[in-house]
């Protein structure tokens, strides 16, 4: 059974006028992932399908341009139409149930487990549901951050969240059918690059021999179709935009 990925959002570092910030649904052998919940992508997520479906929730890492609509999330599932028969199992970093907590104004977390089953990542984390695995691994960011690959019945695509050049994010995209990757400025942490450039991009897809390379969450910087084309430079595989809106089944 193939996967699709269905874009939400990709804006950088905040959204524009019908441009969320990173938010994509994955869709595959049963299973519904809502993966990143930038500002905007629930509202686009609900285009697409309806919430209480969700089998899941992953999250690459809690700066707010991935993580602010959980805030959204947990008002619709508490107190709308969207409630889903259990809670929804929420793959994240470790902070994130006392980092939502702390917008309701509460130093508890227990309120929250009625509307999602909080489930810390780690590298190396591995989980399957129905027939849609997911593997996660950690990479640079300078804080708590991971990628993912995501593999059905041989699809397999991979998410670099937001990294810098790391051992670990090439070999999550090893072999992959698409590679969702970020394009950005060359940006730095304490001495790490946090961030990738399109040609760190590029190089990525192109030594991980992925068949295509996907740009997305690219800056105010830069705009998307030169983030794409120099990335389509380096990478030698087929390379595309993300765009809203974009659906792809492979």
């Not at 790391?166 to 001495?191: K, M, S, V, W």
């Not at 295509?212 to 179709?225: C, F, I, S």
Request: charged share 20%; proline share 7%; net charge negative.
């Amino acid at each position: 059974m193939p996967i699709t990925l269905t874009v939400l959002g990709t804006a950088s570092p905040h959204p524009g006028p019908d441009r969320p910030c990173s938010g994509y649904l994955l869709s595959g052998g049963g299973a519904e992932v809502w993966v990143d919940a930038g500002p905007g992508s629930f509202a686009a997520l609900q285009r697409h399908t309806d919430p209480a479906r969700l089998t899941a929730i992953w999250i690459s890492h809690l700066h707010a341009d991935h993580t602010a609509d959980l805030l959204c999330a947990a008002y619709a599932f508490a107190y709308g139409a969207m409630t889903p028969a259990a809670p929804v199992p929420l793959y994240a970093p470790q902070d994130c149930a006392r980092r939502l907590a702390g917008f309701f104004g509460r130093a508890d977390v227990d309120f929250l487990k009625n509307v999602f089953d909080f489930r810390p990542l780690y590298d190396g984390h591995d989980v399957r549901h129905w027939n849609l695995r997911l593997t996660t691994r950690a990479v640079a960011h300078g804080t708590e951050a991971y990628g993912l690959r995501a593999e059905c019945q041989g699809s397999v695509l991979a998410y670099s969240g937001d990294s810098g050049p790391c051992p670990a994010l090439t070999e999550l995209a090893i072999g992959a059918d698409l590679f969702l990757c970020e394009a950005d400025i060359d940006a730095h942490h304490g001495g790490e690059q946090v961030h990738l450039t399109p040609e760190d991009a590029g190089r990525v897809a192109h030594e991980a021999r992925v068949r295509e390379l996907l740009v997305t969450h690219v800056g105010p910087a830069l705009t998307r179709e030169a983030a794409t084309a120099r990335a389509a430079e380096v990478s030698g595989r087929p390379t595309s935009t993300a765009v809203e809106g974009d659906i792809r089944t492979f």
